[in-house]
Every structure is written in structure tokens, then in C-alpha cells.
């Protein structure tokens, strides 16, 4: 294959960027830069920017709002996104429930809920994971009773991600306990205002509340709300975790923390010139754009190998490496601040907003509460292990 751009793509490249930085307001850009995104409005107003000019969702199909686009289009619009400092999208509704409604939901669900999810109108969140089915998800116990024209659902759901701003819930429910357990799964969308739903924020190590755990108590839900049939939610939720997992490397996204790094770097003073200087940070900074470019030219190769719409299981080695670069990434910054990323103040929001009143730079503070919420990425997404596996049987045939 050539890794290089087409003059065609260098074009659609050019005019992704012109848009991204002229239309997505500046001040929404800076704090996304900084880590300091103000949710939800941040993301609502994005959002609804680049779904007027209908560029939002690009991947779901055509006739719900995507684009018909290549997969090396796809790959350029993520990059870009990443490299203006375009706030990420709501991953629930542009990359999850919104394909899963296009795909296995019905018209009136198309038509009731596909608008309103592509724009953000409506903030849906994620109902997987229970306390005691994470990696092993097929093993959830919330049951819906089907009675008369509703289920009736009870249980509890964890780790729901920026639950606190969500007005529904998509769910994974058992519906039939009798079957092998990921026979009896079925998929329902919930609004959260239904009588029976508590939400309680979970405190992260970061200090922040950006999960939550929702608990369900005889709540009814109208049986048109079942997406799909019932009994067929684990190929729904296959179906979805592999939209999940597209773009997951966020390369782009780690280009822009090293050059940060750099910039950094080069303004802190040291007897020997700038910290750019010390070998020990330099030497780690070529050795992770080494890295990066490794697994830039190996997304490149997944990216022109899924041409035929199939989905590339060599994704998992982008899954893989791509969360360890983040991690990397984000250690370098906090070794960069020094002791100045030690002062930390406490936080009540999704992102790491909070800074103390001492003489150290906000900066500097939030390095630490970000690298300590990035040991999630090499969980969410299908953890390490998991993806080891796949590589194991599905890449190298072991």
C-alpha cells in the first residue's frame, strides 16, 4: 500500500481543517485543549455545529445523516477532530445507540429517536455493565418481566459513564434466565425519568464524578421500546461494541499531548538549558513519537484493508497499543510538571476542572488527575487482556 494521502484526500483534509477551526467556536477548542471542557454544553454545541453541516455522525448510513464516505475519509476526520482540539463526540449516541437503532430498530424508532440522537437533543448514556458482569458481560442479572404491554425491570448498572447528564438509558437485560446466558439478553431504551430509576455518582481516584451507578426498581418500560427481538440483544450489543471500538487508537489525540509535551518542556529552565534538553525527557519523547508513527503506519494498514466493510481483527493490536501510548503520554506531562502537578484541587464534573489557589500552573495541577483517569483506557473498549486474546487467535492463529 502507499502511505501517503491522495491529492483528492490531501484536498478533503484541507477543508475538514478550514471548517473545524473556523466554525467550532474558539473558546470551546482552547478548553478542550487544556482539559478543562465544560460539560454538557461543550459537547451540545459541537455537536449541533457539525450535524448542520452533516458531518457528525459520518459513519452511520447514509439515509440516517452518515456520509458515504472511504474509510481513509473516515480515518482524516477523526485525525483532524483530534489534531484542532474538536471536542470528542458523546461516544453514546454517535457511535453506539444511535447505529443500533439505524441498523435493528424499527421505523417508528428511526423516526422517533435517530434525529434527536444525532443532534444531542437527547443525551443517552450506557446501561452494560453490573457489579458483577464487567468483562464478562453475558453474565448480567437485571431481568425484564414482559407484563401485559411493558417489562418490568430491576437491577443495578455501574460505570455509567456522564450518567448524570443523560435523559435516557440503553440497556442490556436478561429476559429469559432458562437459556444459556447469552441467549436470554435482550436491548431496551429507557427514560431515565421512569418512576423506580436512582442515579449515584461514583467519586474516581481522579476526584471527579464522570461515573455513575443507576439502580432499577420495578421500573415499566413500554414494550416499543425493545429494540430488535426479544432474546436478541447479544448480537445487538456484538454489533455495538464493534462500533466502539473504531478510531479507538485516538493516535491524532496522542500527537497533540506530545507536542504539548514538547512545548512544555522547552519552557522549563534547568542548569543545562530547558528540560527539552535532559536526556532522560528528551530520549522518552523520540521514543514515544517513534512509537506513534509505528502505530500511525500500522492504523493506516487497518484502515485500507476495511474496504470491504469488514471489520479488521487486527484493530485489537490499535486497541492495544493505542490505550498504552495514551497512558504513556499522559506519565510524561506529570513528570514534565514536576512537583507542581502535585497540588490538586477537588473536582465535581466529568473532566479534571479543578485547580488550588496556590502558586503552581493550572496546567501543571491537572496532570496528575489526568493521568490517574487514563489508567481507564486500557480497560473500556475491550480491556488488555481481552484484546491480547484476539490478537492471540483471530491475528496470529495460535
Not at 477543508?15 to 485543549?33: G, K, V
Not at 455501574?158 to 434466565?177: C, E, H, N, S
Not at 443507576?214 to 427481538?229: A, I
Not at 474496504?307 to 493490536?317: H, V
Request: charged share 25%.
Amino acid at each position: 500500500m502507499q502511505l501517503r494521502f491522495t491529492p483528492e484526500e490531501e484536498a478533503f483534509r484541507t477543508e475538514l481543517r478550514e471548517f473545524f477551526t473556523t466554525e467550532i467556536p474558539e473558546d470551546i477548542r482552547r478548553r478542550n485543549a487544556e482539559g478543562k471542557t465544560i460539560y454538557p454544553d461543550d459537547i451540545v454545541t459541537t455537536t449541533q455545529i457539525l450535524n448542520k453541516r452533516g458531518i457528525a455522525v459520518p459513519a452511520w448510513p447514509v439515509e440516517a445523516g452518515g456520509q458515504d464516505w472511504t474509510p481513509v475519509q473516515h480515518h482524516i476526520w477523526r485525525e483532524e477532530m483530534a489534531l484542532n482540539f474538536v471536542p470528542d463526540l458523546l461516544p453514546f449516541n454517535a457511535g453506539m445507540v444511535g447505529p443500533v437503532i439505524a441498523h435493528f430498530g424499527n421505523d417508528a424508532q428511526k423516526e422517533r429517536f435517530l434525529p434527536i440522537t444525532r443532534n444531542l437533543d437527547l443525551w443517552w448514556c450506557q446501561g452494560f455493565s453490573e457489579p458483577e458482569a464487567g468483562s464478562d458481560l453475558a453474565s448480567l442479572k437485571t431481568r425484564a418481566v414482559r407484563d401485559g404491554d411493558h417489562y418490568v425491570v430491576n437491577g443495578q448498572k455501574t460505570w455509567t459513564t456522564l450518567g448524570q447528564y443523560a435523559k435516557w438509558i440503553f440497556m442490556l437485560v436478561r429476559t429469559d434466565p432458562d437459556v444459556k446466558k447469552q441467549a436470554g439478553i435482550s436491548f431496551l431504551l429507557i427514560d431515565l425519568d421512569t418512576p423506580g430509576i436512582e442515579m449515584r455518582p461514583i467519586q474516581l481516584i481522579d476526584g471527579g464524578y464522570e461515573v455513575n451507578e443507576v439502580f432499577f426498581s420495578d421500573v415499566r418500560v413500554p414494550v416499543e421500546n425493545l429494540v430488535g427481538e426479544e432474546n436478541q440483544g447479544w448480537t445487538i450489543a456484538k454489533f455495538l461494541l464493534g462500533n466502539e471500538r473504531s478510531g479507538i487508537a485516538r493516535v491524532g489525540y496522542t500527537k497533540t499531548k506530545l507536542a504539548r509535551a514538547k512545548e512544555l518542556a522547552s519552557g522549563i529552565a534547568t542548569p543545562n538549558g530547558t528540560l527539552l534538553d535532559d536526556p532522560a525527557i528528551s530520549s522518552r519523547l523520540a521514543d514515544l513519537e517513534n512509537q506513534l508513527l509505528a502505530l500511525e503506519i500500522t492504523q493506516l494498514r487497518v484502515v485500507a484493508g476495511s474496504a470491504n466493510g469488514k471489520q479488521n481483527p487486527a484493530s485489537s493490536l490499535l486497541k492495544l497499543r493505542g490505550s498504552e501510548l495514551q497512558q504513556q503520554a499522559m506519565e510524561l506531562l506529570a513528570d514534565i510538571a514536576g512537583p507542581d502537578s502535585l497540588p490538586v484541587a477537588g473536582v465535581d464534573s466529568a473532566a479534571a476542572n479543578g485547580t488550588a489557589d496556590v502558586d503552581s500552573p493550572a496546567w501543571a495541577q491537572l496532570t496528575v488527575p489526568t493521568y490517574l483517569n487514563y489508567r481507564k483506557v486500557t480497560i473500556y473498549g475491550g480491556s488488555s487482556e481481552v484484546q491480547r486474546q484476539i490478537i492471540d487467535k483471530a491475528v496470529l492463529g495460535l
